[in-house]
């Protein structure tokens, strides 16, 4: 990470994307634009530049021109916006082309394994390795950044792109400049479909990879070269997105684990809480509840806000959730100066696997299971395991992250032989091979075993050290475990019953127990690792009990031995530790609007205790509140939506 100061180095993000439709350049007017932007709040704007339609008068002959330029130009909605402060990202789309350039340049689009193209009202996808992305998108960003003064570049759908709008999944690109590539890397043919167990199709995504890598950081170099005050999205700040669609679970955490993966990378986070319900309907809006969620958990976990609607803020004809971020913005201005710069002083990191998909059921279990007991924690995918996220942490989460590398299986046993404590669920480091971790006590690879009423009980002893679970004694793990063998030393807890008969009821009961444990703690070097051969995580997210919450506790609190810092505290509040200077901030997020797949306004909470490490002088609550701080104990005596406390270290 460079340490060169740019104007995004804390710089107070407050981005509203806008995202054109060809329609909204019509009769646009640069000054009503940046005025409405500025009253919204924002510091940052993202509007459409190129790529699928040009948003300028573009002399590039394949770069075609919107129809629709007949206001203000390009360059005076950049200059308006300038002049109110207000920094302007260019946002690319180079995924499609018109169908008439298709014609002309039909090498260039992405081809399915009959040979097909992938066509859709009017534009045809390209491929990455075509000339089209290698050359002419030069061309294009460099015309676009020495006419315009644009601020940063945001190139959407990068990479290869194999779903279309209708949801359906095309594969892999087949075209002649793919398939000569791989050829000449690896002597191998394309494959033609997706075979996540043929090691040809695994080994032909690793060389998409590595193409989408040197594609961006070509167009990097072509951006940077102009000048290195334009801000490149992956490079300079991160964007993501919160978001909804139909017939998408909701994820209720999404802004909170966006957010804190980037701030933990020491990017700027720019995490998108999008505006619409989804590709069906783009100008119906979401609740205003979920809409002030994201934006405070943006906030409290990255210091920073963003918002992503259709079309203008002044045509826009669903403005229902405007207010609700508007609010979040003006909080976020107020106090602007204090959240620049803030550091996590979380101890707990937790490590989810790289590749996910719409949903990772295990990791989104432990952010639930965590939110819910107050534990402070970052994210991290297994890639970011390096020994800098492992710095001033105490305790390491491996949700079902089996595919950490042997290096990074190193750092942790490390980690964990100086005094750290780990704790792995599922598959996380037991893959019996160099990819395994030593620090877990299990001499080699697990069996599985699927089950469908198996479940574990806790002995006397156990109850005694697992006191939540000792309430509800008869543990679920779901639909499979893994049976281990382990090294002498390791010390095992709850002991598994053998599948009963699944009915009738009258003999539904078990017969015999097994030695085989539920869980098992080891002490290593200084430090502990515990086992859970189950997905504690799943289950929990799957089907919420609290007999599932209850271990997963026992586990942090009673295992680990983490501090409570707010024991009393309502489980829907979310609480988010920072540090700056002399200060150590608290945010606590009220979510308990969240209601089956719904979102209200949260339910109003009085008379809130927490036990915040460290020795402080005095507290301060900001939106609203009174703290006081008495024998060490930070009394809050209400909570709204959201609240942020700052303590004066002594």
Same mark, same amino acid.
């Given at each position: 990470?460079?340490?060169?100061?740019?104007?995004?180095?804390?710089?107070?993000? !407050?981005?509203?994307?806008?995202?054109?439709?060809? *329609?909204?350049?019509?009769?646009?007017?640069?000054?009503?634009?940046?005025?409405?932007?500025?009253?919204?709040?924002?510091?940052?704007?993202?509007?459409?530049?190129?790529?699928?339609?040009?948003?300028?008068?573009?002399?590039?002959?394949?770069?075609?021109?919107?129809?629709?330029?007949?206001?203000?130009?390009? /360059?005076? *909605?950049?200059?308006?916006?300038?002049?109110?402060?207000?920094?302007?990202?260019?946002?690319?789309?180079?995924?499609? *082309?018109?169908?008439?350039?298709?014609?002309?340049?039909?090498?260039?689009?992405?081809?399915?394994?009959?040979?097909?193209?992938?066509?859709?009202?009017?534009?045809?996808?390209?491929?990455?390795?075509?000339?089209?992305?290698?050359?002419?998108?030069?061309?294009?960003?460099?015309?676009?950044?020495?006419?315009?003064?644009?601020?940063?570049?945001?190139?959407? %759908?990068?990479?290869?792109?194999?779903?279309?709008?209708?949801?359906?999944?095309?594969?892999?690109?087949?075209?002649?400049?793919?398939?000569?590539?791989?050829?000449?890397?690896?002597?191998?043919?394309?494959?033609? /479909?997706?075979?996540?167990?043929?090691?040809?199709?695994?080994?032909?995504?690793?060389?998409?990879?590595?193409?989408? +890598?040197?594609?961006?950081?070509? %167009?990097?170099?072509?951006?940077?070269?102009?000048?290195?005050?334009?801000?490149?999205?992956?490079?300079?700040?991160?964007?993501?997105?919160?978001?909804?669609? *139909? #017939?998408?679970?909701?994820?209720?955490?999404?802004?909170?684990?966006?957010?804190? @993966?980037?701030?933990?990378?020491?990017?700027?986070? #720019?995490?998108?809480?999008?505006?619409?319900?989804?590709?069906?309907?783009?100008?119906?809006?979401?609740?205003?509840?979920?809409?002030?969620?994201?934006?405070?958990?943006?906030?409290?976990?990255?210091?920073?806000?963003?918002?992503?609607?259709?079309?203008?803020?002044?045509?826009?004809?669903? +403005?229902?959730?405007?207010?609700?971020? !508007?609010?979040?913005?003006?909080?976020?201005?107020?106090?602007?100066?204090?959240?620049?710069?803030? !550091?996590?002083?979380?101890?707990?990191?937790?490590?989810?696997?790289?590749?996910?998909?719409?949903?990772?059921?295990?990791?989104?279990?432990?952010?639930?299971?965590?939110?819910?007991?107050?534990?402070?924690?970052?994210?991290?995918?297994?890639?970011?395991?390096?020994?800098?996220?492992?710095?001033?942490?105490?305790?390491?989460?491996?949700?079902?992250?089996?595919?950490? @590398?042997?290096?990074?299986?190193?750092?942790?046993?490390?980690?964990?032989?100086?005094?750290?404590?780990?704790?792995?669920?599922?598959?996380?480091?037991?893959?019996?091979?160099?990819?395994?971790?030593?620090?877990?006590?299990?001499? /080699?690879?697990?069996?599985? +075993? +699927?089950?469908?009423?198996?479940?574990?009980?806790?002995?006397?002893?156990?109850? @005694?050290?697992?006191?939540?679970?000792?309430?509800? $004694?008869?543990?679920?793990?779901?639909?499979?475990?893994?049976?281990?063998?382990?090294?002498?030393?390791?010390?095992?807890?709850?002991?598994?019953?053998?599948?009963?008969?699944?009915?009738?009821?009258?003999?539904?009961?078990?017969?015999?127990?097994?030695?085989?444990?539920?869980?098992?703690?080891?002490?290593?070097?200084?430090?502990?690792?515990?086992?859970?051969?189950?997905?504690?995580?799943?289950?929990?997210?799957?089907?919420?009990?609290?007999?599932?919450?209850?271990?997963?506790?026992?586990?942090?609190?009673?295992?680990?031995?983490?501090?409570?810092?707010? $024991?009393?505290?309502?489980?829907?509040?979310?609480?988010?530790?920072?540090? /700056?200077?002399?200060?150590?901030?608290?945010?606590?997020?009220?979510?308990?609007?969240?209601?089956?797949?719904?979102?209200?306004?949260?339910?109003?909470?009085?008379?809130?205790?927490?036990?915040?490490?460290?020795?402080?002088?005095?507290?301060?609550?900001?939106?609203?509140? @009174?703290?006081?701080?008495?024998?060490?104990?930070?009394?809050?005596?209400?909570?709204?939506?959201?609240?942020?406390?700052?303590?004066?270290?002594?």
């Amino acid at each position: 990470m460079s340490n060169a100061k740019h104007w995004w180095t804390n710089y107070p993000w !407050r981005m509203v994307q806008t995202n054109f439709r060809e *329609i909204d350049m019509d009769g646009i007017d640069a000054e009503s634009y940046a005025r409405s932007l500025a009253d919204f709040g924002a510091t940052v704007v993202t509007l459409n530049a190129g790529g699928i339609l040009a948003s300028y008068e573009s002399k590039l002959p394949y770069h075609t021109v919107s129809k629709y330029l007949t206001g203000s130009s390009l /360059k005076e *909605i950049v200059d308006a916006c300038h002049k109110r402060g207000i920094r302007v990202i260019a946002r690319m789309d180079f995924s499609k *082309i018109p169908y008439a350039v298709y014609e002309q340049h039909p090498d260039w689009a992405f081809r399915t394994a009959d040979g097909g193209i992938v066509h859709q009202n009017g534009f045809v996808q390209t491929c990455q390795n075509s000339e089209y992305q290698q050359e002419k998108v030069m061309e294009i960003l460099t015309e676009l950044l020495t006419t315009h003064p644009f601020d940063g570049v945001y190139c959407n %759908m990068s990479g290869f792109v194999a779903t279309g709008y209708d949801g359906r999944i095309y594969g892999m690109c087949t075209c002649d400049r793919c398939k000569a590539g791989f050829q000449a890397a690896f002597h191998l043919d394309v494959p033609d /479909k997706l075979d996540s167990k043929n090691p040809v199709t695994m080994r032909y995504m690793g060389f998409q990879a590595g193409c989408s +890598k040197k594609l961006r950081a070509k %167009m990097t170099a072509v951006i940077k070269a102009i000048s290195p005050e334009i801000a490149v999205d992956k490079v300079d700040y991160l964007r993501s997105e919160s978001h909804t669609d *139909i #017939d998408i679970p909701i994820w209720v955490y999404s802004a909170s684990s966006h957010a804190r @993966q980037t701030a933990f990378s020491g990017l700027v986070c #720019d995490n998108a809480s999008v505006d619409y319900m989804g590709f069906r309907y783009r100008e119906s809006s979401v609740s205003p509840g979920v809409s002030a969620l994201r934006q405070w958990q943006n906030l409290a976990n990255a210091g920073t806000t963003s918002v992503y609607v259709i079309g203008r803020l002044d045509n826009h004809r669903d +403005k229902s959730t405007f207010e609700a971020h !508007r609010k979040v913005f003006r909080f976020h201005k107020a106090q602007e100066a204090l959240l620049t710069g803030l !550091r996590s002083a979380a101890e707990v990191l937790l490590v989810m696997k790289s590749q996910q998909s719409r949903s990772d059921p295990e990791s989104f279990g432990w952010i639930r299971a965590l939110t819910a007991s107050h534990v402070p924690f970052d994210e991290v995918k297994t890639s970011g395991v390096t020994e800098y996220a492992l710095k001033d942490k105490k305790l390491v989460i491996l949700a079902d992250a089996k595919d950490l @590398q042997p290096e990074q299986c190193a750092l942790l046993d490390a980690f964990v032989q100086k005094g750290g404590m780990l704790v792995s669920s599922g598959d996380s480091g037991v893959r019996g091979d160099s990819s395994s971790l030593q620090c877990l006590g299990i001499e /080699k690879a697990p069996e599985r +075993k +699927k089950t469908v009423s198996t479940v574990f009980t806790l002995t006397d002893s156990d109850a @005694q050290v697992l006191k939540r679970s000792a309430e509800a $004694p008869i543990i679920a793990p779901g639909s499979e475990i893994r049976v281990c063998a382990y090294a002498p030393g390791v010390k095992k807890l709850l002991r598994t019953e053998p599948e009963p008969h699944y009915g009738p009821p009258e003999i539904a009961y078990p017969t015999t127990e097994t030695e085989n444990p539920g869980l098992t703690v080891h002490s290593f070097g200084s430090g502990k690792a515990v086992y859970i051969p189950w997905f504690c995580g799943s289950f929990y997210h799957n089907e919420g009990y609290t007999n599932t919450l209850n271990i997963m506790q026992d586990v942090l609190f009673e295992l680990c031995g983490l501090p409570q810092i707010a $024991p009393g505290l309502h489980p829907s509040v979310e609480l988010v530790l920072k540090k /700056k200077e002399n200060k150590t901030v608290v945010f606590l997020i009220n979510a308990s609007g969240y209601f089956g797949n719904s979102f209200f306004d949260p339910i109003p909470m009085a008379d809130i205790e927490l036990h915040i490490p460290g020795h402080f002088l005095k507290a301060e609550a900001l939106n609203g509140g @009174q703290a006081v701080l008495e024998n060490g104990v930070l009394h809050l005596n209400k909570l709204d939506d959201f609240e942020m406390l700052v303590l004066e270290e002594n």
